[in-house]
């Protein structure tokens, strides 16, 4: 069984930044990549930022050059750092890991942390 327990979240002025933990546990196999999804209100859950198991990142166009997705593998656990943060960022982010535990594919999901960004 695997948990993915985020922290984080907050409320944060137009500008400021914001730095998103995922701990993730269990015993984890064939690991693709771990990411961050965010829902916003009325909104599809989107993707926001994924880092592969070799290292190699991918951000939505929204986020890039704002946001820094980041992993340790000691702790098991993957960050988004995001700075110059807007309005429009307001939504609750998921933590999102593709990889086989205990036999059962993925993908996995984090309960969810809110972040709203006020103007």
């Known amino acids: 069984q695997v948990q993915l327990v985020e922290s984080g979240g907050g409320l944060v002025q137009a500008g400021g930044s914001l730095r998103l933990s995922c701990a993730t546990s269990?015993?984890?196999?064939?690991?693709?990549?771990m990411g961050w999804f965010r829902q916003a209100p009325g909104k599809q859950r989107e993707l926001v930022a994924t880092?592969?198991?070799?290292?190699?990142?991918n951000y939505a166009d929204s986020v890039k050059g704002r946001f820094t997705i980041s992993r340790d593998n000691a702790k098991s656990t993957v960050y988004l750092q995001m700075n110059n943060l807007k309005p429009e960022d307001t939504a609750v982010y998921f933590c999102?890991?593709?990889?086989?535990?205990?036999?059962?594919?993925?993908?996995?999901w984090g309960q969810g942390t809110q972040v709203t960004v006020s103007s």
């Open positions: 999102n890991l593709g990889a086989t535990v205990g036999g059962r594919p993925g993908p996995y």
């Open positions: 269990g015993s984890i196999f064939k690991l693709t990549h």
């Open positions: 880092i592969a198991s070799g290292g190699s990142t």
